[in-house]
């Protein structure tokens, strides 16, 4: 298949619509029946004619949502794909893609302790001293002084690959391959499915910069304080957010 076939098959209107995840595993495991499904497949690059069986599952806990295992007839092995499916009903609607400690981004990104204090700041792990501020449990980055702004922002972009990877792809065995982005409304579902490693570069296409209301974003990637949790520890969270349907138009 060509890739200007591909590129065709890669967005797509499906009558009727899917609601969740769940969904999503019942059309790969009635793919030969779902023609979602055999698109979905097509462009992961399985033939339909050499697939044998086809089982997905759900997963939790881990960036991806959906696992795929294929079976194709003519190699006589297994094949497994890992799929992260994002399901949103709001055209500019956010999408939460990671959120942990700032200890637990320290590990994966050996921050530095200077990077790591401002950051605690800007979540409320650390109670800040200053006056005047907009929200006395916390700093937002354009309350802090601009030699921390531009720690920040070096730090991030320094590190933006290893950054967008770990929020978008993750690690290990459950790492995900592909992004499936479905925008649902009430009668049918628009949905586009891309490689991660496109899906990371359209993400984080862009600059790494504050923005007005003192967060950070690093190309079409917000990060931002948990927050909610009726005011619990977790609400001093790290977050980082996308609106999923950016994929589709690229």
């Known amino acids: ?118 950051l605690k700041l800007f979540t409320g792990e650390i109670r800040p001293t200053k006056s005047g501020l907009r929200d006395r449990r916390r700093m937002f980055f354009d309350e802090i002084s601009e030699s921390d702004r531009k720690k920040i922002i070096d730090f991030f972009v320094k590190n933006k690959i290893l950054v967008v990877s770990d929020i978008l792809k993750g690690r290990g065995k459950f790492s995900a391959g592909w992004m499936l982005v479905a925008l649902i409304t009430n009668s049918e579902s628009r949905w586009v499915l891309k490689n991660i490693n496109h899906a990371m570069n359209v993400f984080a296409d862009g600059e790494v910069r504050i923005t007005s209301q003192g967060s950070l974003k690093i190309g079409k990637i917000g990060m931002q304080r948990k927050g909610g949790d009726a005011g619990r520890d977790t609400s001093k969270m790290l977050q980082f957010k996308i609106n999923p349907v950016e994929l589709f138009g690229d």
């Not at 495991?29 to 697939?51: C, V």
């Not at 009903?89 to 530095?112: A, L």
């Open 1 to 118: 298949m060509s890739d200007k076939d591909l590129i065709k098959l890669g967005s797509a209107t499906a009558k009727g619509g899917f609601r969740n995840e769940d969904d999503i595993v019942a059309k790969f495991n009635d793919w030969k029946n779902d023609k979602d499904a055999q698109k979905w497949l097509e462009i992961m690059g399985y033939p339909i004619n050499e697939i044998e069986k086809v089982e997905a599952v759900k997963l939790h806990g881990y960036k991806t949502d959906v696992q795929v295992q294929i079976t194709i007839y003519m190699k006589k092995a297994i094949a497994a794909e890992n799929l992260s499916v994002k399901l949103v009903s709001n055209p500019q609607g956010f999408n939460q893609v990671d959120k942990r400690w700032v200890d637990s981004y320290t590990e994966m990104w050996n921050m530095p302790k200077d990077i790591v204090k401002i």
